[in-house]
């Protein structure tokens, strides 16, 4: 126990200690969080659904009909009517023949890779890949090797070397930690022409970028053909719970039979399911596309102020900003100089980004305004180090 102690000890010491905060409020721009009111730039609800009356009314509507838990692992009896249907419909919205529901996107994302992959086969992953994807790739028994981030040419160069039985690349579409999006054109390229199937998880991009909110593969101008396999997670851009697998028939059958995350685990409450699909409804109307044009208004507003106060933000177009830091203690004690202004912003750091990396992970959603983000650039003007 000693030991374990000093391991945290040391952790505190270099300035690598997490900290859970209570949240006492719906998600939203601004919550209450250990107590106190504070103005939000580090959520994931990027559409701001999480707390939209429709989304709400289809979860109590869905509860009331169907109860809460749905008893079972879907190849039991926890297969309810909303699960089939939120299958079908995010099967007709990204533009495949099936759609398969886990429970998590890190359930999604180990069940694919270890279903489809294992000894003697290869998977090829981006080195800044989330760690799901990357513990996916471990825990396949297949060999997994990590390429420099959106480095095709180094990519091919190991596919051509490669004498596995099965090739599987793997790459998120929004990178969680940068907020670029994944070279998918030339990625699709590459993997057609050494026989490989790509993988790509969109958890960052799905109903957030895109003319339709497709995401990633809308942006590159991927089809399913070029993109075997497409996971999705529904906690970020669609406000809910829970993640899906999309693929063909032969694929996602594969996942029913041999998915051990799919196959032993409870299916999502039927009432979140029944959510999601309100998620997803309001994703494809007007007012999805009108929050998708807003919340690309403010990116381009923030990135535009940041600029002229000659903040370090990464290279992203997405809702995710990253001001890059670099030392640890340096991104902590920024995170609490705005924290004591009323904003929330977490500083990211090692092992969740490289070393002298860190970070202040800047999202923004569709639920901020326009001054919400001009008082921002305003704390961040006043505690620069």
Same mark, same amino acid.
């Given at each position: 126990?000693?030991?374990l ?9 270099e ?6 905060? #209570?949240v006492d ?12 009111a504070l103005?939000?730039?580090c959520?994931?609800?990027?559409l701001?659904?999480?707390n939209?009356?429709? #989304? ?29 249907l ?10 495949y ?7 998590t996107?890190y ?5 694919a890779?270890?279903?489809?992959c294992g ?8 080195r ?10 471990l ?13 095709v ?19 998120d579409?929004v ?29 960052h991009?799905l ?11 809308e ?49 999502l409450?039927p009432?979140?399911?029944e959510?999601t ?27 535009g102020g ?16 990253p ?26 750091r ?14 923004l ?13 305003g ?7």
């Open positions: 126990m000693n030991e102690e000093q391991e945290l000890q040391q952790r505190e010491a300035h690598l200690y997490r900290r859970r905060r #209570v409020s719906a998600q939203g721009a601004e919550l209450v969080v250990d107590g106190r103005l939000s730039f959520s994931n609800d990027y701001g659904l999480a939209h009356p429709a #989304v709400i009314a289809a979860m109590q509507q869905g509860a009331a009909h169907y109860g809460v838990g749905s008893g079972a692992a879907h190849l039991v009896t926890g297969h309810m009517t909303p699960h089939h939120l299958e079908e419909e995010l099967a007709e919205f990204t533009g023949p099936r759609a398969l529901l886990f429970s996107g359930m999604a994302n180990l069940g890779v270890s279903a489809l000894a003697g086969d290869a998977v090829f992953e981006d800044l890949n989330h760690a799901s994807l990357l513990d996916a790739g825990l396949s028994r297949a060999r997994l090797q990590r390429f420099p981030h959106g480095d040419a180094s990519l091919s160069a190991r596919l051509a070397e490669s004498k596995a039985r099965r090739q599987l690349i793997v790459t579409g990178f969680s930690m940068d907020g670029d999006i994944a070279p998918l054109r030339a990625l699709a390229d590459t993997a057609q022409r050494h026989g490989a199937w790509l993988m790509m998880d969109d958890a991009g109903g957030v970028i895109g003319e339709h909110g497709r995401g990633s593969m942006v590159c101008g991927l089809t399913p053909q070029d993109l075997p396999l497409l996971v999705g997670t529904l906690g970020k851009g669609f406000g809910s719970f829970g993640a899906f697998v999309a693929a063909d028939e032969v694929i996602i059958e594969t996942l029913i039979q041999q998915a051990r995350p799919y196959i032993y685990t409870t299916a409450p009432a979140v399911a959510a699909r309100a998620s997803l409804r309001l994703i494809q109307s007007d007012e999805g596309a009108q929050r998708r044009g807003h919340l690309a208004a403010l990116v381009q507003r923030f990135r940041a600029q002229q106060l000659g903040l370090q933000l990464m290279d992203s177009p997405t809702a995710i900003q001001l890059l830091v670099g030392d640890s203690a340096n991104a902590v004690t920024l995170s609490e100089a705005l924290l004591t202004e009323g904003i929330l912003i977490s500083a990211i090692p092992p969740t980004v490289p070393d002298g990396t860190a970070r202040l992970r800047i999202t959603s569709a639920a901020h305004t326009t001054e919400q983000v001009d008082r921002l650039l704390a961040l003007e006043t505690t620069k180090i």
